[in-house]
């Protein structure tokens, strides 16, 4: 199985209004709550793929009552998640229905003892025995140390786990050191990372700093990659309109399934970016049609060159 990893679980909660406006009321006009954080999404994307899939993490509290309910009803998803006294945070995306802007609020999420951290480690450790690949993904909740992500780098890779890292800021900077086979920062965070502002040096410095294979997402643009067997750019095939929310998420869902799958870059890249977009697409946050996937997939123009070494 393939097992995601999200320490900050959420129930995230979508709200549409007809117009976003500071300091005005709303009405809203419809509510949406799923289960959510980056690594819950990425599992309902592989699920839905036709992966098995297991998700560990925290959850507490009423919030997480719900959110482990409605995982419960998500066919091929395996809840490992680690029990927590704190309760899981929300968050919530609001949607401009007029302009489809989407404005997103994130909760810090529950403190977690030390404790609690260490029982997450040794769950861990035995989920990792049964896994083909790990994702680690999304916002280390308060008390959760900052190099947390670094450390379950360093025992994924020392059990001969592939391990792809999706996180920010110091987290990833910390983790990008451990060597992961794949990051997946968007334009922003890998600036942070690197410094530079510019995608195709901040890929390939990514990779200096220890990352084996740097997949930038670029929003409406697509994908650029800097791996081992080369650089290439993945481009979705018109600008696609929608809600950005979990479009990441589908795309480390591409990239993990092609990886275990065995498949050459271009095509993982492929895969990854066409998800997204049916993300960006779909009427609900995070979730994609499969026809409409599969229009863009025939569509996705990946362009690039395969490394002399
Ligand atoms: O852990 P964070 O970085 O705060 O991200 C979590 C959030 O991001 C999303 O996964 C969208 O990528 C939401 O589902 C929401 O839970």
Known sequence: MILTVTLNTALDITYRVRSLRPHASHRVSEVTERPGG?????????????????????????????????????PGVVDALVPLAGAT???????????GDTTQLNEPGPMVTPGEWSAFQEAYGDLLAAASAVALCGSLPPGVPVGAYAGLVRTA???????????????????????????KPNADELAELTGSHEPLRATQDA????????????????????????????????????????????AVAGLLSGLVEHLPWPDRLARATALAAATVRAPVAGE???GVYEELLARVTVSGEVSAA
């Open 38 to 74: 980056k690594g819950v999404n990425v599992a309902r994307v592989l699920a839905a793929l036709g992966h098995e899939v297991t998700v560990t993490g925290f959850t507490g509290g009423a919030t997480g009552r719900v959110v482990r309910e409605k995982l419960a009803a998500v």
């Open 89 to 99: 945070r929300r968050t919530v995306a609001v949607v401009d229905e007029r302009t």
């Open 157 to 183: 890779r020392s059990a001969g786990i592939p391990v792809l890292l999706d996180t920010s800021g110091e987290p990833l900077r910390r983790g990008v050191a451990a060597r992961p086979d794949i990051i």
């Open 207 to 250: 990779r200096r700093r220890g990352a084996g294979a740097v997949v930038a997402s670029l929003g409406p643009d697509g994908l650029l990659a800097a791996t081992r067997e080369g650089r290439w750019r993945a481009t979705p095939p018109t600008p696609v309109r929608g809600n950005p929310t979990g479009a990441g998420d589908a």
């Open 288 to 290: 994609f049609d499969r």
